[in-house]
């Protein structure tokens, strides 16, 4: 719960780092709905990431946020 985005880090590494940490906590059965992983996914994120942060928010609203939404926005991101 301590691990934060690093300004200047690749996202996409740091995602990478975030879903090992929750594959680890899925090894151990531990489960969380899509809402609760993408509250502490934005968690990490830098004011600086505002924009990303606010367009997941927006598609958490309607009900669709999923993993997918979170690694696609990434890629988007740092293409």
Aim: proline share 0%; aromatic share 12%; hydrophobic share 40%.
């Amino acid at each position: 719960m301590h691990l934060m985005y690093k300004e200047g880090n690749c996202v996409f590494d740091h995602l990478n780092e975030f879903l090992g940490c929750f594959h680890q906590l899925f090894g151990m059965r531990v489960k969380f709905d899509d809402y609760i992983f993408l509250l502490c996914w934005l968690n990490t994120l830098l004011d600086s990431c505002e924009t990303y942060r606010l367009s997941l928010t927006n598609v958490a609203s309607i009900g669709i946020v999923t993993t997918e939404n979170v690694k696609s926005g990434v890629l988007n991101k740092k293409i």
